[in-house]
Every structure is written in structure tokens, then in C-alpha cells.
Nanobody, 115 residues
Framework: QVQLVESGGGLVQAGGSLRLSCAAS????????MGWYRRAPGQQRELVAL???????NCADSVKGRFTISRDNAKNTVYLQMNSLRPEDTAVYYC?????????WGQGTQVTVSS
């Protein structure tokens, strides 16, 4: 059973940066389209960025130009570089396949952006 473990969240001031990491327990990320999702308080979970097996990526309009998704298949890790953070980016961030599969939802990592 593959486990996905998110890390790298924290408290940051508006305009700051964070880099999130998603580590898989075994070789997995290189064969799937992977995504970063987030759930803000009182909101539904949304997909913010994805990266395909071939390395093509895309981001939601709300984060385009500020967030970058990347992957290191040798390290079984997917990253989310978040720059120019805004208070509305405050959420719990998760990684999963795209579409997300229930078996792979982890605890996520909390990102809090203060104004």
C-alpha cells in the first residue's frame, strides 16, 4: 500500500514563500499524474496544481504565476513551490493522484498566511 506524506507547511507572512513536499513510500509518483489539492476552512477541497507523467504541469487560475509544481521521480517526491503567498492561500494542502483516490488521502500539511 502506497502512502503519501506531505510536509513543509507552516506560518508565513503575506508575500512569503513555502515549499511543500509529498513523499511516496515507494516508486509511484513517476507512473501517475499527481496533484496538489487544498481545503480552506469551510470550503471544499480543490485541485491547485497537477503534473503529468511526462512532466507537463498546470495550475489553477487562482495560483497561476505564483505556484509551481515539480517532481523528482528518483526521490519519489512531488513539490509545490509557493511564492507571493496570500491570506486566501491559507488551507490544508494534500497531494494525491489526479483524480484523487480515497485510499491515498493523507493528513495534509497546514499552510497559514498572515496578513
Amino acid at each position: 500500500q502506497v502512502q503519501l506524506v506531505e510536509s513543509g507547511g507552516g506560518l508565513v507572512q503575506a508575500g512569503g514563500s513555502l515549499r511543500l513536499s509529498c513523499a511516496a513510500s515507494r516508486s509511484f509518483l513517476g507512473i501517475n499524474t499527481m496533484g496538489w489539492y487544498r481545503r480552506a476552512p469551510g470550503q471544499q477541497r480543490e485541485l491547485v496544481a497537477l503534473i503529468t507523467r511526462g512532466g507537463s504541469s498546470n495550475c489553477a487560475d487562482s495560483v497561476k504565476g505564483r505556484f509551481t509544481i515539480s517532481r523528482d521521480n528518483a526521490k519519489n517526491t512531488v513539490y509545490l513551490q509557493m511564492n507571493s503567498l496570500r491570506p486566501e492561500d491559507t488551507a490544508v494542502y494534500y497531494c494525491n493522484t489526479v483524480p484523487g483516490l480515497s485510499t491515498y488521502w493523507g493528513q495534509g500539511t497546514q499552510v497559514t498566511v498572515s496578513s
